[in-house]
């Protein structure tokens, strides 16, 4: 999770703040998949654990987590931080039924803001990283809107929910694809950077200007070493900490381990991305049943089958804390076997 050269303001860095809490952030692109329930559930485990946590609806278009946790809509939100009617974050925080968690919610009047501009994320990051918490876990909406990916990149840990299904399978990859690519624009080639060979270079492969679009992570990486050394190491730091957690979400454990294996070898062969699986989470007619009664599941269910899933994705997540060397680059294969995408979701 090294980071030496992004600056605090920068939304991009790695999150890892002096008080030692890591932003954890929630995505993946499709709609529906659980996101925002295993948030809640993996919050709330931290919590039951006796960690300090705060959780966030930072699904800036569709704020609900306060129904998840069945608190009423709390008067001050992330909209009231954006609009200036706060000044700290820590004023907005609201206790929930689940001891020792916090949440920070969205707002319902926030539509309008669902893409704040890029000034307003730094500061809404700078203030995340001020929180005293011991995890911080921030639950994005779905699709790849600027604001999704520039929180998804700015977090220290990041996790990616999918469900087995194809459709869920490729939006994630596309998700990881362009929050990788929005990553590397910003920290190679942002609009006012010097070496306008580089930018154009970098454009070029990921935009595809004449045609020159390139296939794979790999591929640009060829590109950029043949116009920077500097640039060159650069993408090998933030492909060696750009290694998003997978949890695979409504499956059985085999089909998970598949999925999550699937996919982790197209990332691997053309966006040059590690994978981690952190853990399935199965289909359970009571995690449906406790959105209807508005109660996170593992708050009553503390030695369920769901309870193990969630320990095991925890303990995975807190293991690969524990300084667990950066994989190292991994080179693009051509062949892949079998694809679960549609060769256009490649390019
Ligand atoms: N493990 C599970 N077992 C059974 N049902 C589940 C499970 N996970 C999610 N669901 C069902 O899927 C629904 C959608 O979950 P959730 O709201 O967490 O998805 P989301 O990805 O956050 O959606 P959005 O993209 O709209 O934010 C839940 O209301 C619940 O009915
Ligand atoms: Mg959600």
Redesign the pocket.
Known sequence: MDDAHTEDSDPNASAVDALGHKLTA?G?G???????????NLATYFALQGRRVVLIDG?LG?A?LHT?LGMAPPRLSLASFIKREVETLDEILVETPVPGLKLMAGGSDILGLANPQFAQKMKLIRHLKKLAADEVIL?????TSFAVLDLFNAAAERIA?L?PDPTAIQDTYAFLKTALHRRLKRDLAARNAPDEALKDTILEAIEGGSGRRVATIEELRERVAGVSEEATSKLDAILADYRPWVIL??ATTAEGRATADSLGKVARDFISMELRHAGT????????R???RMRPHLLDHRDGP?WR?FSGIAANIIAGRSGAPAAPRVRAHTAIDPPPLPKDALS
């Open positions: 929630v993946g499709k709609g529906g998949v659980g996101k925002s329930l295993t948030s809640v699904d569709g609900d998840l639950d994005l909406g779905a699709g929910v469900t979400n409504m989470v199965e289909r359970d007619p009571e995690m449906a406790s959105v209807r769901r899933d």
